[in-house]
């Protein structure tokens, strides 16, 4: 497996969960406080088209790492609760640095 792939995956985690957390605070400022609905559409349209482009680079790394479904699954819904994919992220990139370091080793022998 490429290092890019890891690459993609923790690009788009880390974006998707920063989106997330935005959007949580402009839900906020819209229903708590009655403003910003303007921003507050602009801001989810652009998670979903961000969340959609990280289902695939998370689905395409867990293709390649060849996890099992219940731990993909794990992966994709984890940019759906706020804070979670930043603590995903952590944990798959240190399951799956191995495998690259692996694959590299075996390319160089």
């Excluded at 009655?34 to 801001?43: I, K, N, P």
Aim: glycine share 6%.
């Amino acid at each position: 497996m490429k290092r890019s792939v890891l690459t993609r995956y923790r690009v788009m985690a880390y974006v998707t969960a920063v989106m997330l957390l935005i959007l949580c605070s402009c839900m906020v400022a819209k229903y708590g406080f009655d403003t910003g609905a303007d921003l507050t559409f602009a801001v989810s349209q652009a998670h979903g088209v961000l969340f959609m482009i990280y289902l695939v680079f998370a689905f395409d790394l867990g293709s390649k790492a060849k996890w099992p479904f219940g731990k993909l699954l794990w992966v994709l819904v984890s940019g759906t609760i706020p804070l979670a994919a930043f603590f995903v992220e952590r944990r798959i990139r240190a399951e799956v640095e191995p495998l690259i370091a692996g694959d590299l080793a075996a390319v160089k022998a």
